[in-house]
């Protein structure tokens, strides 16, 4: 196994060394640390045993750093917040749209424990909603009960980066008085949409409810779904990307029930609440929020959890939706001539290149490469086509190289191919060097060269060669 579970105190925190960033944590955990408003779920009778004056707030970046203030290393049950993660295994199980057709995506409005379905499809509205949380386990593959948690509590651990535990306790008190939990169960029974292992899906449902985390952990979840489904603390890959992003659309839209809209507006980050006190909050690309505070307001979110989330999302301008226009991706633009390699040729190279001073195209790109990036890349190529025989990207500045610019390039490259211009990739990172080398796609033998230099020399003995030809 590649995987390395690290302990609770695990990865680089720098609580003891205050920066920027832990000093606005210590500042918004002591601002609201005398707000007593809420009251602790005590519908799990068990739960209302937690103290309502823990206070807990970590965050840890994409990249595996932690932050933490206060009691974020204090044990509580995760409660709703394994719904949006049980979702990520129930989308690697089956795939989505098997899962699509027994649990929607569409928010209800309604609050976490509401009992109605959408009545066109019979399914419940969402995965987030506990309708919806107990088709999703239902959907978890295993062979009975502790097989089916163990493939669950494993998938927690990797999230959180370390071995998790459950609190029986919890888990007994939820069992005996969830009701309401088992007439959803049986509605769903009812309406077909789980099979016959009704109690044994509850008990699982119970089991991963009263998984016990931190909200540092907590945070760390959050991170590995801010990093595409790898644990930055471990480097374990835990979800795929396809299924994070799934899961993120469902947290974004209903992870916060009937105040989703309302959170969406003014936090604007994929979240997720539970009746423990705890909330994750992910900021893609970027980081994860835990937090910890039992009392609840009427909706079932931590109520500090709430407050310390907007002032986070403000003060550090996380909105997802606060808009980060593409930064330029053309650093500079030249014709070989204009450098300075052609002196290395002796005088009879020199004179067959002296004709053709501006045939070899230039771009030195900066930055990641996505849609908006390539196409304005492309815009520029497509402005200056007719005047060149050779294109050379110089990437060797370049950072993350997405799908949507891959696919691009190649269809740069044909049609460049077509037109019997050579397009030449310098110094791009190995790693897209191999995603770009996918199988099918043709890529002649002289296209990635290791610098702008290597690649211009290749393109001057072609016209060298072409000059004596002719
Ligand atoms: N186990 C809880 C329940 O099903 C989870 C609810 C929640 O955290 N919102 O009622």
Redesign the pocket.
């Given at each position: 196994m590649d995987e390395r579970i690290a302990s609770p105190g695990a990865g680089r925190s720098v609580t003891d060394a205050p920066g920027p960033v832990l000093a606005v944590l210590r500042d918004i955990h002591q601002r609201h640390l005398a707000d007593t408003s809420g009251t602790v779920a005590s519908?799990?009778p068990e739960l209302a045993t937690a103290d309502p004056a823990l206070f807990g707030i970590a965050l840890a970046t994409a990249d595996g750093h932690l932050y933490e203030v206060g009691d974020a290393g204090h044990c509580f049950t995760i409660?709703?917040?394994s719904k949006p993660l049980v979702y990520g295994l129930a989308l690697a199980d089956h795939g989505r749209a098997f899962v699509l057709s027994k649990v929607g995506v569409e928010p209800s409005g309604e609050a976490?424990?509401s009992i109605i379905f959408d009545e066109r499809t019979n399914r419940p509205f969402n995965p987030m909603v506990?309708a919806g949380?107990i088709a999703t386990t239902a959907l978890i593959r295993g062979d009975g009960l502790a097989a089916r948690f163990g493939r669950v509590r494993a998938l927690l651990s990797a999230f959180a980066g370390r071995e998790l535990e459950m609190d029986e306790r919890v888990f007994l008190s939820?069992r005996e008085t969830?009701h309401r939990?088992r007439a959803i169960a049986w509605l769903e029974r009812h309406f077909g949409m789980i099979d016959e292992r009704l109690d044994e899906h509850l008990d699982l449902?119970?089991q991963q409810?009263a998984v016990l985390v931190t909200a540092r952990d907590l945070a760390v979840m959050a991170a590995t779904l801010a990093n595409a489904g790898r644990n930055p603390l471990t480097g374990r890959r835990v979800l795929a990307p396809e299924h994070v992003r799934d899961v993120l659309s469902v947290m974004h839209s209903c992870g916060m029930y009937d105040y989703a809209g309302e959170w969406s507006f003014s936090v604007g980050l994929p979240a997720k609440?539970?009746?423990?006190g705890g909330i994750i909050a992910v900021l893609p690309g970027q980081l994860g929020i835990g937090t910890f505070s039992p009392p609840l307001d009427d909706r079932?979110n931590s109520h500090r959890g709430i407050r310390v989330c907007e002032e986070l999302s403000d003060r550090f301008d996380l909105h997802v939706f606060a808009v980060h226009p593409p930064a330029t991706v053309i650093r500079q633009q030249y014709r070989d001539g204009e450098g300075c390699f052609r002196h290395r040729r002796n005088d009879s190279e020199q004179a067959a290149l002296a004709g053709c001073a501006t045939a070899i195209a230039v771009y030195e790109l900066q930055g990641d490469l996505y849609f908006a990036t390539v196409e304005r890349l492309l815009r520029a190529v497509q402005a200056e086509f007719p005047d060149f025989a050779f294109l050379i990207l110089d990437a060797h500045r370049v950072g993350r190289i997405d799908s949507s610019a891959r696919r691009l390039l190649t269809m740069l490259l044909e049609m460049l191919a077509a037109a019997g211009k050579p397009l030449l990739l310098a110094g791009f990172p190995e790693e897209a060097v191999a995603q770009l080398l996918q199988p099918g796609e043709a890529w002649p033998a002289d296209t990635f060269f290791a610098s702008a230099e290597t690649a211009l020399t290749w393109c001057e003995d072609r016209l060298i060669a072409g000059g004596s030809d002719g």
């Open positions: 519908y799990i409660q709703s917040i976490f424990n506990n949380a939820e969830g939990n449902y119970f409810c609440s539970g009746v423990g079932g």
